[in-house]
Each structure stands twice: as structure tokens, then as C-alpha cells.
């Protein structure tokens, strides 16, 4: 099993194609990377059975393809003008549907090496019991005959 990956300007390769790279500016990407690093642990995290590496900016390998399609295209539509296609659009829509499929636990990550353990509030039982409640006003009983 690979371990966990940084993400690099490098791998923009086959992703971006060289005129687009020539659009951006180096810290552009590097700030994109960054931030696309945190929101992919992020969603990772949501889902509190999945843990994450040490390292803030390693991403699962299995991730890296659907990751840098989110950054292009958050890269590249801010760019005044730049036409997008309709097979970009796609890819783009179909890579933020698995991340939500991520983010729900329905897709797991492979463990990192070097992985934290994932401390995000999860959802417990409040310790209240409803012992009864009050009855409905328009139960099914009370609209007999109308």
C-alpha cells in the first residue's frame, strides 16, 4: 500500500496543460495547493473513524486525481474570461460528488503511516429521555366524520 503524498506544483502534470500553467502565477498554485491540502483533510476528518497523516499538507494517493480537478477549477475560473469546457465542468462535478461520498464515510481513505487520530466532535447521546409527550390536537382519531 503507498503511503500518503505531498502535493506538489508537479503534480499538475496532466492536469494542467502548459498555456494554463503559463496563465498562473507559482504562488497562485502554491497557495491553491495549500488550501486544497487542508480541505481535503478536512473531509477526510468528517467522517471521525477516518484519521490523517501528521504531515498537513499529505493527501491519500487515491485522492490526488480528484483533488488537483477541484483546484483547476477553482484556479482557473478565477481567471477573467477563461472559457470552460463542458468535459472540465464534468469532471469537476463528478470529483466533488466522491469527496462528499468522502465526507459521509462511504468512501475510506487507506490509513496514513504516520496517521493522528482524528479528534472532530462526533454526535453523542445527550443523556435525555423523553418519558412522554404531549398527545397531538389533530390526531387521526379527532378527524373522524369531517
Known sequence: MEDWIDITEASWEGVLSPEELAV???NDITNVLTNLAAEIRTMITTWSPNTV????LKIPPGFLRRALIVARDSLLTGIPGYP????RKKQTEAANAWFLEVARGKIRPQPASDAVVNDVPTEHPAGIEVVSSRPSR???HRMNGL
Open 24 to 26: 498562473l502565477s507559482t
Open 53 to 56: 497523516s501528521a504531515n498537513p
Open 84 to 87: 470552460q469546457d463542458e468535459e
Open 138 to 140: 389533530t390526531g387521526a
